[in-house]
Every structure is written in structure tokens, then in C-alpha cells.
């Protein structure tokens, strides 16, 4: 059975893939007819993505479903290695040519996605 998991796992850096505004629009529809009080949607902007995605050995995101400090839902993003663990700590060469550690991103402070404009979209 692992090696069958071996042959077949992809890699993370592939996890993912375009679906189209049809079945998107679906699937969103799906999450709200049957969670119809939740959270919708979260924004997040690109400098903190890439920052991320510039880590050192990062494939890939996790984003963690979380309750900030205001008791509002939002999101915990952290890079993830080819291997798809969290990347808390990396190895890096300073500007002085010394190895150190650096502590990875981790990012928050999503916006709320523009609940109104979902709502125009779809009537709700």
C-alpha cells in the first residue's frame, strides 16, 4: 500500500487545479445551502501569499481554519515543504555569509471576502 501511495501521490507543489466558474459556483452554492450562517469567504492579498511562497524549499500553503483574538473567524496560512509539513523555521545564509535561522511565515488578517458582493451574485 505505500508504494502505492509513493506511485501515486502528487507532488504538492501540483495539489490543486483550475475548476471553472461553473463548478465553482456550485461548490460555493453547495457550502451555503447547507452552511447557511457561515463565513463565506476570506481575502487574502498577494504580498503575504508570495512572501510565503518565497520561503526557502515551499511547495505549497496550508490554510487553517481559526478563531482570531476578537473571536471572528479567519484563516492561518503557513508554507508547507515538498513533504507538506508546515515550514515554522528555515536555514538561511545573512549578508554577512553566516548560516542562521529564520522563523517562517505565518499569516493572518484575512478581510471578510465582500459578503455583499457574493450576495449580489447569488441573491442571498
Known sequence: MIQNELITKRPTAAIGEEIGYELGTE???NFRNANPNDQLSYV????????ILAQPGCEG????NAINEHGKKTLVYVGID????????????NNE??????????GDRTDDGGESWWKWIFGW
Do not use: M
Open 27 to 29: 461548490f460555493i452554492s
Open 44 to 51: 487574502i492579498g498577494k504580498n503575504i501569499i508570495e512572501q
Open 61 to 64: 500553503i496550508h490554510f487553517y
Open 82 to 93: 515538498k513533504d507538506g509539513k508546515n515550514i515554522f523555521e528555515y536555514t538561511a545564509v
Open 97 to 106: 555569509g553566516n548560516i542562521t535561522n529564520e522563523a517562517g511565515t505565518v
